[in-house]
């Protein structure tokens, strides 16, 4: 047995806190380990969060645009995708799917540190931009440990 569920998210800071919730509501009934499900949750809120903060310019009308959540748990792991329709990642990393975080400028600085909270987190990070229709891309997956009597792992 599988889930796969996917939101399409409007860019406002409200959103972060809905996608989160439902992934722990997802894993946490399916009998995923708290603390993988912490990590997970914790790494889609930078990635959200980033999608929100750099995911382009307002829609017509001056609505803040969208960007898309897929997570999908199988009974090894957990994947997840965060795409924006913002200008993508700049710098020629981007184009081999890895950009080169920079460095946050100064300790009590708030900005920088997403991208590398995820790449420590996570088992797996991609980042790219999508080729089709702009945007960045974030997928990042991690490796599953289930509580004894696991829903997912029994069905």
Do not use: Q
């Not at 800071?13 to 499900?37: F, K, N």
């Not at 809120?45 to 750099?54: G, L, Q």
């Not at 009308?61 to 898309?68: F, S």
């Not at 909270?117 to 997956?141: C, K, M, Q, T, Y």
């Amino acid at each position: 047995m599988s889930i796969w569920w996917s939101l399409h998210l409007r860019r406002e800071a409200a959103s972060v806190p809905l996608a989160r919730r439902l992934l722990i509501g997802a894993m946490e009934t399916a009998g995923v380990d708290p603390d993988v499900s912490f990590d997970l949750s914790l790494a889609l809120s930078e990635a959200c969060a980033n999608a929100v903060e750099h995911g382009g310019a307002p829609a017509p009308g001056g609505t803040a645009g969208a960007y898309r959540v897929t997570a999908y748990l199988d009974g090894e792991k957990c994947r997840i995708e965060v795409a924006d329709s913002g200008p993508g990642f700049p710098g020629p990393g981007a184009a081999r799917g890895c950009p080169t975080p920079r460095p946050p400028a100064a300790e009590t600085d708030e900005h920088g540190r997403g991208l590398c909270l995820i790449r420590e987190l996570a088992d797996h990070v991609h980042l790219g931009n999508n080729p089709g229709r702009g945007g960045a891309v974030i997928s990042f997956d991690k490796m599953l440990k289930w509580r004894e009597g696991a829903p997912l792992l029994t069905a």
